[in-house]
């Protein structure tokens, strides 16, 4: 059964002030109101260990030098004893008199390094947390030295962590605290866990559905202050993603395999570029819901049978890690704010895939009224999806990078991809295009926007993608110079 014990208790037991209890309790992060408030069990054995430990041994005295035998006492006519013992009673030439064998010899002058072994000592007993009797004994000194450092660097970590919650932290003007931490493309975890006690929310199901509620909590705090900071942004970026934000109305004219596909597209666009406030705001708000209903249904339970029976409801319930809760709610946070940056840089871009979309589905619909070639429709049907493959791919920030003053690779082909969707009859169209995407390959250097370029435009190794007359051209340039060089 845990243990649990009160201020006062533990004062009488430790025969400490309680003040100086629960100044201890304070600096290792652990809140206490009064003399009446109850500790854990682990909080017990850190206190019995930092105010029942042993204290170090003395180093033991040297032992005294065994009492010479007395000696039968001198004849008369023998002075030399005598007259020795008054030549030791005599003063030093330098006025300082020597010391008598007799007496006890008194202890070693302390070594220069003793006051600093004596602060040392301090400091480890004042950083002993959770270490039992039996493994403190069997520790050499170096051993508890590097122990003690590490605790004491832990509980700094642990006491000051909330005024430095990472990555996303800004301080407010004119004052010496943190503001709250803010929503930013590298925002860590600890951001999240702002003002978040540590309360091992995996050691039982009522701990971590209340750190999951105080989780949300936190959660919605973040958002609604990047909400109220980028108000007329965020709007700007709805309303230009709105067409794709709305559910899809399947047409007629497609089949519902193709409804089925364009349906999926459009979803994924708006995930990549719609910001995504709403979905993630929802997320947390039912989250918050079912951590309020566990801790409710917590409160009624039958902790008779939670105990003894093990295929209780509550205790077969499965849950996620708390800490993997952390990052995934983390990473979503992170992820408004990386679409919402990267809109706000490539706008006209956006702007051009979203049209862009809709103007493919015209299309397609445009050619199966006219009765298009079942040929010409799977060709246009394969080029729609590359373009989806390509707005996909760009989403992740590549292809944007480019020389001042140039078009950029992924604007290049993206016109190129339109140039070949509208002259789908000429027969050189597939070639003009693999081309032009080769032209444009050969001036990527890195090797993951090369390897997508060439796997998008279907490139084969050393196939000559030169229109024919520019290829007989060149063929008659070089048997000329071969004549040339013959006749000189």
């Known amino acids: 059964m845990a243990v649990t014990k009160r201020?006062?208790?533990?004062?009488?037991?430790?025969?400490?002030?309680?003040?100086?209890?629960?100044?201890?309790?304070?600096?290792?992060?652990?809140?206490v109101s009064n003399r009446l408030s109850a500790v854990s069990e682990e909080t017990y054995n850190m206190l019995k260990v930092k105010f029942l430990a042993p204290p170090e041994p003395p180093p033991e005295p040297p032992k005294p030098e065994p009492k010479p035998e007395p000696k039968p006492e001198p004849k008369p006519a023998e002075q030399s004893e005598p007259v020795a013992q008054t030549e030791q009673a005599q003063p030093a030439p330098g006025g300082k008199k020597k010391k008598k064998k007799n007496k006890a010899p008194q202890q070693p002058a302390p070594a220069e390094s003793a006051p600093q072994e004596q602060e040392a000592a301090a400091e480890e007993e004042d950083n002993i947390k959770d270490v039992s009797d039996e493994k403190f004994a069997n520790m050499d000194k170096r051993t508890r030295t590097i122990l003690f450092e590490g605790i004491k660097a832990g509980n700094?970590?642990?006491?000051?962590?909330?005024?430095?919650?990472?990555?996303?932290?800004?301080?407010?003007?004119?004052?010496?605290?943190?503001?709250?931490?803010?929503?930013?493309?590298?925002?860590?975890?600890?951001?999240?866990?702002?003002?978040h006690r540590f309360e091992y929310s995996d050691a039982s199901p009522v701990r971590y559905w209340h750190s999951v509620a105080k989780l949300m909590t936190r959660a919605f705090k973040i958002m609604n202050s990047f909400g109220m900071s980028h108000r007329e942004a965020l709007a700007e970026m709805r309303d230009a993603i709105y067409p794709i934000g709305t559910k899809y109305q399947p047409r007629d004219i497609f089949t519902p395999e193709e409804n089925q596909k364009f349906e999926e597209q459009q979803l994924l666009l708006f995930r990549l570029f719609g910001h995504g406030m709403g979905i993630v705001n929802d997320n947390l708000y039912d989250l918050k819901l079912k951590a309020e209903r566990m801790k409710v249904e917590y409160e009624r339970m039958n902790f008779l049978d939670y105990v003894t029976n093990p295929q209780n409801e509550y205790r077969s319930s499965e849950r996620v890690p708390f800490n993997e809760l952390v990052e995934a709610i983390t990473y979503s946070l992170r992820g408004v704010a990386r679409r919402f940056d990267f809109y706000a840089q490539n706008k006209e871009r956006v702007n051009n895939i979203v049209k862009s979309f809709s103007e493919w589905l015209d299309g397609y619909a445009k050619l199966k009224e006219q009765g298009a070639p079942a040929e010409k429709l799977e060709k246009y049907f394969a080029l729609e999806q590359k373009f989806v493959d390509l707005a996909e791919f760009m989403s992740f920030d590549n292809l944007l990078d480019g020389r001042k003053n140039k078009p950029k690779p992924f604007d290049i082909i993206f016109e190129l991809l339109n140039s070949y969707r509208d002259n789908l009859d000429d027969p050189d169209a597939e070639r003009n295009f693999k081309y032009k995407v080769r032209g444009v390959t050969n001036v990527i250097f890195k090797p993951k926007e090369y390897v997508f370029l060439y796997r998008f435009a279907e490139l084969e190794p050393l196939k000559d993608y030169r229109p024919p007359e520019e290829i007989a051209a060149a063929e008659a340039a070089k048997a000329a110079a071969e004549v040339a060089a013959e006749n000189n």
């Open 7 to 31: 201020i006062f208790q533990l004062a009488k037991e430790f025969e400490r002030d309680e003040k100086e209890i629960m100044a201890f309790l304070t600096t290792q992060g652990i809140k």
């Open 156 to 195: 700094e970590f642990i006491r000051h962590y909330n005024s430095h919650a990472g990555q996303g932290q800004e301080f407010d003007k004119g004052k010496k605290s943190p503001a709250v931490p803010r929503l930013k493309q590298n925002m860590d975890t600890w951001a999240v866990l702002f003002n």
